[in-house]
């Protein structure tokens, strides 16, 4: 079974150092990985996907993330931590189990301090 | 010029009444999604239709009864709404079934049940 685990809840840095937010997947193959973003009272935006070809991947806003296969992740980084950043961020799993279905992580919550 | 939009935005309403949640995209998808997301921010597929057709029904009460009445909208009845219904509730869309493809959502519903 496909499964998606985001080591932590909550993540706070200081605007201007380095973010990473984390995520292990589990996969009988070869999965599609997607991070979504989701401000205060907003809708799901896509940051970035994953779907088998370059293992880093690159994004909007200055996000990227790197597939790795040993290690089953797909951690998101961004060199840099803008106040705009903070948010809930969402790692997704894209199931196929008869039809294609998300499955998404417990999400992070990215907090930016001055 | 909305990708994705729903109606209402907020919805309150008592237990044991009937509401509905319309959603309207127009990227020319082929498939529409319904989500809740729960208090703790959790998100779950509910529903999904591809060209008006039903293809992801997941063991949601059958008190949730979507309607797709072309492949641009995708609506929400809910009858003798529960508290437990109370929710965050996302209409999503995508260009067709595929584990690849991104998936567009809107701004959400808030529904809270009294």
């Known amino acids: 079974a496909q499964s998606v685990t985001q080591l932590d809840s909550h993540v706070s840095v200081s605007e201007g150092t380095p973010v990473l937010l984390r995520c292990n997947y589990s996969s009988s193959y070869s999965p599609s990985l997607f991070w979504y973003v989701q401000h205060p009272n907003k809708g799901l935006q896509l940051l970035l996907k994953?779907?088998?070809?370059?293992?880093l991947v690159k994004g909007i806003n200055g996000f990227e993330a790197e597939f790795k296969k040993s290690e089953t992740s797909f951690h998101l980084t961004k060199p840099s931590a803008h106040m705009s950043d903070a948010a809930e961020y969402f790692c997704v799993v894209s199931l196929h189990s008869g039809t294609y279905k998300y499955i998404f992580g417990t999400g992070t919550r990215l907090k930016v301090l001055a | 010029d909305t990708a994705v939009s729903q109606t209402p935005k907020y919805l309150v309403t008592q237990m044991g009444n009937d509401k509905s949640i319309k959603c309207e995209q127009n990227?020319?998808?082929?498939?529409m999604y319904w989500y809740k997301q729960d208090s703790k921010k959790f998100l779950k597929i509910m529903f999904s239709y591809n060209n008006k057709e039903l293809i992801i029904n997941e063991t949601v009460p059958n008190r949730f009864s979507p309607k797709s009445p072309d492949k641009a909208h995708l609506n929400l009845h809910i009858n003798s709404l529960e508290l437990g219904d109370s929710a965050v509730y996302f209409c999503?869309?995508?260009?067709?079934?595929?584990?690849?493809?991104?998936?567009?959502f809107g701004p959400g519903t808030r529904l809270t049940v009294t």
């Open positions: 990227l020319g998808h082929d498939t």
């Open positions: 994953y779907t088998s070809a370059a293992t």
């Open positions: 999503a869309s995508s260009p067709r079934q595929g584990e690849n493809y991104e998936q567009y």
